[in-house]
């Protein structure tokens, strides 16, 4: 059964400074990772899916790298704003129609 | 803003009420998936529905059931509510060949069980 983690739980940066967002999964035999931003008692938004033959994949200010062996993904925010406080989400496929997410880490950026 | 439209936003039950949660999911797009968010943990996948039919499930007892009419809309019912029932529920639409690449999530339902 796969088993998603993420680290920390939770995070409170000032503006400006990077944020490194950490998740790791349990079977490496996984052929995509997406990480989602959910806004408090909101839906989820897809924000950068990594296929398993990619090391990295970059949106504007969001990159996220993938080391399949190892189980992990890291999610960088550079020059981070008060608008990206939200909870970020990383899932893997367990199969073909079921994603299994992380808990989440909830970022604060303070102006 | 994604195509999927899920109603209501809230809503508040007694224990041992039934509920039916409801999600139009984006044009196009004829399977439908739902999943239950706990507070301060992530999503865990109910069930998805193709054309219709359920395509599979989670780990959820038999007192969650679904719906999926011609239209691919969908509904959630759950049966003989529990407190531990109280969770943001979420409706994510996509296609069968874009698959999980392409999950369009609803803003949820918000059920509170007292």
């Known amino acids: 059964k796969q088993e998603v983690t993420q680290i920390p739980a939770a995070l409170s940066v000032p503006e400006g400074e990077n944020l490194v967002l950490n998740c790791s999964f349990t079977d490496s035999a996984i052929y995509n990772l997406q990480w989602f931003r959910q806004d408090p008692g909101k839906g989820l938004t897809s924000l950068l899916l990594i296929q398993s033959s990619q090391r990295e994949q970059t949106s504007g200010r969001l990159n996220a790298s993938l080391d399949k062996s190892s189980g992990r993904s890291t999610l960088y925010i550079a020059a981070s704003q008060p608008g990206d406080s939200a909870t970020y989400l990383c899932?893997?496929?367990?199969?073909?129609?079921?994603?299994?997410f992380g808990a989440g880490t909830t970022v604060t950026v303070r102006a | 803003e994604t195509g999927v439209t899920q109603s209501p936003t809230h809503l508040i039950k007694t224990r041992g009420q039934q509920v039916t949660l409801r999600c139009s999911s984006q044009?196009?797009?004829?399977?439908v998936s739902w999943y239950q968010q706990a507070l301060g943990q992530g999503p865990q996948f109910i069930f998805q529905?193709?054309?219709?039919?359920?395509?599979g499930r989670g780990n959820f007892p038999p007192r969650f059931s679904g719906l999926q009419f011609p239209n691919y809309s969908s509904e959630l019912n759950v049966n003989a509510l529990e407190l531990d029932d109280s969770a943001l529920y979420l409706c994510?639409?996509?296609?069968?060949?874009?698959?999980?690449?392409?999950?369009?999530f609803g803003s949820g339902t918000q059920l509170s069980v007292l």
């Open positions: 899932a893997v496929p367990s199969n073909d129609y079921k994603l299994s």
């Open positions: 994510a639409s996509s296609t069968p060949e874009e698959g999980n690449e392409k999950l369009f």
């Open positions: 529905y193709y054309r219709e039919e359920e395509n």
């Open positions: 044009s196009g797009h004829n399977t």
